[in-house]
Structure formats: structure tokens, C-alpha cells
């Protein structure tokens, strides 16, 4: 039988091995919540647990996943079926590539629309029963690329305004179950996503963040964690997130 340290339901985080799902875990560690962390990488996922277990009184749970297996979901749900989940931070995601539209490599928008689309809605929609029996709480990561049009950011944007058009109706199709929904929606956050998009090219993903003061993962997290811990008659819809320097998806201050 499973002994756990506490008897607290869990929060189940998506993209946890870095960036924002990483600085959200460890916040949330901090306010004592049981966690299980999902990301693809297992050794960092394992090396995040023994940190939380060994700094705060919490149960973690980590579990290799890449939400674009849709039958990797469906058996990772299966395997925690007996826990409770009364929060999911739905953050995997990201971007390949910055070409117009006629230059992108199709590849790089197959991959997109299966993370960003097909597992982002995967993982909401079998986590609803937890959370229906936990009247929990989902918070969905967008951008504010889904908010307007820039150069290069075609199908990215396309996915992340998806994912805002997803919350809004989310929050109706759920309304009288006491389910939770919020959408936050970055702007320029300077985490491994960058590096990723550029395909590994840490020299031009650094050159995005240069001239200004950018935000990092531990701002968006402390913004998961107000939404999250508002009272149950309190649901913020969305959130805009931009450092002060930057105005819109194309508009910035640069020293």
C-alpha cells in the first residue's frame, strides 16, 4: 500500500524538466504541494525530485512523457489513475524555426501542432475527472504570439492562439463543475525555449533576449502561483505577461 507524506492532492506539471514548468514546481514545492512532474527527459526529472524531497515535506512523482504519443498519455494516465490531481499547469510546449511562411520547414510545423495542439489537448482532457473530483484548477500555458501576428511567427502563433481559444471555451463547457480555468500568455521569457526554436543555436536564441530586461521562468511561475491560490470563487481568466521593455509580440524597447 502507498504511504504518502502528506494526504494532499497533487499538481500535475507538463514541461517540467526546464524553464517554466521547472520554476513552477519548485514554487509550488515551496508552498508544500505534492507534485508529479512530466517531461521527456527523465534524468532531469529525477534529479528536480530529489531536490524537492530533500528541501520540503512533499511526494513527487515523475513519469517520462512526450504529450505528442497520444497513447503515451493515455497510459501515463492510466498509471496514476488511483491519485488525486486538483491542479495542472499544461505547459509543454514550443517553437521550431522563425522562416516566412514560404521557407518553413513542414516538418518543424508537423511537430508544433502535435505538442503545442494535439498533446496540450490530450492532457486537459483526461486530467477533467481528477479535477472534477478535486474541483480543481487548469492553467494553460499560451504566448502572447497568439495574441498578434509577427514575422516568422506563423503556425507558433496559430498554436498558442489556439490554446487561448481552448481556455475561453474550457470555461464554459465546464462551468457548474467548479473547475478552474486560466490561460497565461508570456511575452519575451528567456528559458531553453529559444535555444530549441533555433534548433540548438544558442548564439542567435541569445541574441532575442539582447538590449533589454527580459522576464525568466521564476516571474511566470510566481504569476501560476497567485492564479492558483485564490480563493474557490475566484477564477482569473488570463493573464498578459510582458517584461516592461516590450509592448507586443513585434514591439520593443532595446537600449
Avoid at 41 to 65: G, H, P, W
Avoid at 112 to 122: E, P, S
Avoid at 219 to 238: K, M
Wanted: a negative charge; aromatic letters at 8%.
Amino acid at each position: 500500500m502507498k504511504i504518502h507524506i502528506n494526504k494532499e492532492p497533487f499538481a500535475l506539471i507538463t514541461g517540467a524538466s526546464s524553464g517554466i514548468g521547472k520554476a513552477t514546481a519548485i514554487s509550488l514545492a515551496a508552498l508544500g504541494k505534492n507534485l508529479i512532474i512530466v517531461a521527456r527527459r527523465q534524468e532531469r526529472l529525477d534529479k528536480l525530485k530529489q531536490e524537492l524531497e530533500n528541501s520540503y515535506a512533499i511526494e513527487v512523482i515523475t513519469y517520462a512523457l512526450d504529450v505528442s504519443d497520444l497513447k503515451a498519455v493515455e497510459t501515463f494516465y492510466q498509471t496514476i489513475a488511483e491519485e488525486k490531481i486538483d491542479i495542472l499547469i499544461n505547459n509543454a510546449g514550443l517553437s521550431r524555426g522563425k522562416e516566412s511562411f514560404e521557407k518553413y520547414d513542414f516538418s518543424d510545423w508537423e511537430e508544433m501542432i502535435d505538442i503545442n495542439i494535439k498533446g496540450f489537448l490530450k492532457v486537459a482532457q483526461l486530467c477533467i475527472p481528477f479535477l472534477k473530483d478535486t474541483k480543481g484548477h487548469i492553467v494553460n500555458l499560451s504566448s502572447t504570439a497568439g495574441l498578434e501576428a509577427y514575422e516568422g511567427g506563423n503556425v507558433y502563433g496559430g498554436t498558442k492562439s489556439f490554446v487561448q481559444m481552448i481556455s475561453k471555451s474550457l470555461r464554459i463547457d465546464l462551468l457548474g463543475t467548479s473547475i478552474r480555468v486560466t490561460d497565461i500568455a508570456p511575452g519575451a521569457v528567456n528559458t531553453e525555449f529559444s535555444t530549441v526554436r533555433f534548433h540548438g543555436d544558442k548564439t542567435k536564441a541569445d541574441t532575442v533576449y539582447q538590449g533589454f530586461t527580459e522576464l525568466t521562468a521564476e516571474d511566470i511561475a510566481d504569476n501560476i502561483v497567485y492564479c492558483v491560490t485564490r480563493p474557490p470563487h475566484v477564477n482569473i481568466e488570463s493573464l498578459v505577461v510582458y517584461p516592461t521593455a516590450q509592448a507586443s509580440p513585434r514591439i520593443f524597447h532595446k537600449k
